[in-house]
């Protein structure tokens, strides 16, 4: 009974149905080798579900009234920094000028997993996001194709790109937007591939994560991309606020199954 | 950028400051310590930081101290050239990033804050520190975040900092560079004027003069092949109203540093011998040096007496930069003129090689006609072209565009099809002072030209009769005319 309710569910997401829960899409698993890979690093992914488009601002509104522990005047400073919804002028309300369908920045690691617990989800993984991350609107993996990664690196200089509304890039292969050209996203694992700052250094030393395809091959445009992402995730820490960070929540497969 | 003096009474602070330091040298023998490592410091003070050309004040006698410097990382748009933009990342808002001073045995708290605004992270490599990665590693910070770390200077010099994030050649080619000066006990010699300079490469998706916003194109930055090679950020920044300036008899310090992140630069003043230059930024002074090399990530600093008026031009000598990438700076100079150190123009005369004290001067209207009038448009173009290419192409460039800031265009332009005389006048008598054309203001100098009557009424009809000018054919007469008016 619940599976078939849940099929349903399903079914309604796919044709938009806001009622239940953020969309969410099925990322077909696959094997592929991340950055800081070689051949004996192929990481293999398991089927998943991701939601389409960054939690908005206004999904957060209603999370946190339900949630009045993250709310910006009574969240643990221990869970997040002093720029927390730095964007907002009260508990619930936020700045003029700040679209409601944009995604919510500002946020901490500690918040962003709360709320993805709390629909059930989790946040994807640094390799499930890289994974869904390197499909452009008509391939899964487009990390040689040559426009795709000048979109990417021309969005990194692009300021002021977090008050941008939802869907307002490109839908990918698998469906889902945003993932390139919005904001950066937190992963649950974000500061396990350590950059140690002195990126350098990551480059020359013996470190596997960094004396193979990511040291030799860095002048290709896909790994300076890439590059990009994995310091911006290095310099963090799961309190850490900025205003060009939000999140999207991911849900294993056998979950809905359940 | 430059934060605002605060007038009298902290001089008079300072001063009194500076006597009771004084006294208290003269009273006590002066310590000799065995390494800079060992020198203690006494008080704190924040560091005045300042935007390029300009320089802090220099640290005179004063002990080593506790040094407070805060550092904004701004990632921003900003004028590459006119028409054309570029999101420089920058350490205080400019580039090169703000100018450090120092000296040694001085304790640095650094403090690098990354402004909310921006995308990605950032750190700081200071070639002055003496530790792993320079700082690199204790400054990585994310947006909207700082980091603080301290160093102590122990040796003098001038030194490159830079941006040592990954992609680290991306962050330097966006401009995240600038130097810090580590001055020995007692300071450097005083003189009269100090200036900073610092070169960079950019690599533009469009080509050098494409309009609008140009975003950074990393195979060019891959390949070494820059569109733009210019002092201080933009092309301009040292030019026109942005020139740096000096008084006959001073003497004049520059801190010249190389940022890249590809190009080593040959640095060269037009017109001047460096007296002094501290080669590499390091201790060994050379002396008498015309073009002294800066490496991509080093500096050097250079002086020299400035003996007589008139814009000196500053360039990386290898020159192409400097004509068509703007790596092209200028030094004013006002005062008295000194006929003994260069006299200017004394004698015009022909220089015949194939025997001139033989030869008749010609003289007479009969030679006028025979040798100009005769002459076709086409033959006039002709000759006209291959003396444009001698004399005017270096400045004005192959296609009379001129080079912004620095030397007018002559294709259409309206202050050429305006006057056809004053257009022969300044071919004969040169050019100096502020001329507006096509709506830019130019204050450039353009050195009379030793050339024939028939050949400015020949080049002078090129470059009428080229790049959507009015057409008019100058002749030999009407340059007579113009001659003989003065």
């Known amino acids: ?258 | 950028m430059r934060k605002p003096k605060n007038g009298l009474a902290v001089l008079y602070l300072m001063a009194i400051g500076a006597i009771g330091l004084q006294s208290c040298i003269d009273n006590t023998t002066k310590k000799e310590y065995a390494s800079a490592a060992d020198i203690p410091v006494s008080r704190e003070m924040t560091a005045e930081l300042t935007a390029p050309p300009n320089v802090p004040r220099g640290v005179g006698d004063r002990k080593a101290k506790k040094l407070i410097v805060n550092m904004e990382i701004l990632e921003q748009e900003g004028t590459m050239t006119d028409g054309t933009t570029y999101n420089y990342w920058t350490f205080g808002g400019s580039v090169p990033g703000s100018f450090i001073r120092t000296r040694v045995g001085d304790e640095v708290e650094f403090t690098l804050s990354n402004h909310p605004d921006n995308k990605l992270p950032h750190n700081i490599d200071l070639h002055a520190v003496t530790g792993p990665g320079g700082g690199a590693t204790s400054s990585f910070v994310a947006p909207g975040h700082e980091k603080k770390f301290n160093f102590k200077t122990i040796n003098e010099g001038l030194y490159v900092y830079h941006c040592a994030t990954a992609p680290v050649g991306m962050h330097v080619a966006n401009g995240m560079y600038g130097l810090i000066l580590v001055e020995p006990e007692g300071g450097l010699p005083r003189v009269d004027k100090e200036y900073y300079i610092m070169q960079g490469d950019f690599y533009t998706q469009g080509e050098n003069g494409d309009p609008g916003l140009q975003a950074f194109d990393m195979q060019k930055a891959v390949d070494e092949d820059a569109d733009y090679v210019v002092f201080n950020g933009s092309v301009g920044a040292l030019t026109g109203d942005n020139a740096i300036t000096a008084n006959v008899g001073e003497t004049v310090r520059l801190y010249v540093g190389n940022g890249g992140p590809n190009l080593v630069s040959s640095f060269h003043v037009i017109g001047e011998i460096f007296d002094k230059v501290m080669v590499e930024g390091g201790s060994s002074i050379n002396e008498n040096v015309q073009t002294t090399l800066i490496p991509a990530g080093g500096a050097a600093i250079v002086e020299f007496r400035v003996d007589v008026p008139g814009t000196f031009i500053l360039v990386d000598h290898s020159i192409f930069r400097a004509f068509n990438k703007g790596a092209l700076g200028m030094l004013k100079v006002q005062g008295e003129e000194n006929k003994t150190i260069y006299s200017g123009v004394v004698q015009e005369g022909i220089y015949n090689p194939e025997g001139g004290g033989i030869q008749v001067m010609p003289n007479g209207d009969e030679d006028t006609d025979i040798s100009s009038g005769t002459k076709t448009l086409a033959e006039k173009m002709e000759s006209g072209k291959q003396i444009y290419t001698k004399t005017c192409f270096a400045c004005h460039q192959a296609n009379g565009e001129g080079i912004p800031n620095a030397f007018p265009p002559l294709a259409e332009s309206d202050y050429l099809n305006a006057d056809v005389n004053r257009a022969i006048d300044i071919v004969l008598n040169g050019k100096t002072g502020e001329i507006t054309v096509n709506g830019q203001k130019y204050n450039s100098v353009m050195t009379k030209q030793a050339i024939s009557s028939d050949e400015v009424a020949d080049v002078l009809t090129y470059i009428y009769n080229s790049w959507g000018n009015n057409k008019t054919n100058v002749t030999r007469s009407q340059v007579e005319q113009v001659k003989n008016g003065h």
Request: aromatic share 14%; proline share 3%.
């Open chain 1, 1 to 258: 009974m619940t599976v078939l309710r849940l099929t349903f569910c399903i079914l309604f997401l796919w044709v938009a149905n806001a009622n239940c829960q953020s969309k969410m899409v099925a990322i077909q698993g696959g094997t592929y080798i991340p950055l800081y890979g070689r051949d004996s690093l192929k990481v293999t992914i398991s089927d998943f579900y991701m939601d389409v488009y960054p939690v908005t601002n206004q999904e957060f509104v209603a999370f946190v009234k339900q949630n009045p522990n993250w709310q910006k005047s009574k969240v643990k400073k221990l869970f997040a920094d002093g720029s927390y919804l730095m964007n907002w002028t009260s508990d619930t309300t936020l700045k003029e000028g700040l679209e409601l369908t944009a995604p919510v920045t500002n946020i901490s690691w500690f918040a962003a997993n709360a709320y993805c617990e709390c629909q059930g989800k989790r946040l994807p993984t640094i390799d499930e996001w890289e994974y869904a991350a390197m499909a452009n609107e008509n391939e899964p993996d487009a990390r040689k194709n040559e426009t795709y990664n000048e979109y990417i690196l021309g969005w990194y200089e692009k300021p002021k790109t977090f008050n941008n509304v939802i869907g307002s890039t490109f839908k990918n292969y698998w469906g889902v937007y945003d993932l390139h050209g919005l904001v950066w996203e937190w992963t649950s694992d974000f500061n396990s591939v350590l950059m140690s700052g002195e990126s350098r250094k990551d480059v020359d030393n013996d470190s596997n994560l960094f004396c193979g395809s990511g040291a030799v091959g860095a002048t290709d445009l896909m790994n300076y991309a890439a590059f990009m992402r994995y310091a911006t995730r290095g310099s963090l820490k799961a309190k850490y606020t900025m205003k060009n960070l939000g999140f999207r929540c991911v849900k294993n497969k056998d979950d809905e199954q359940l």
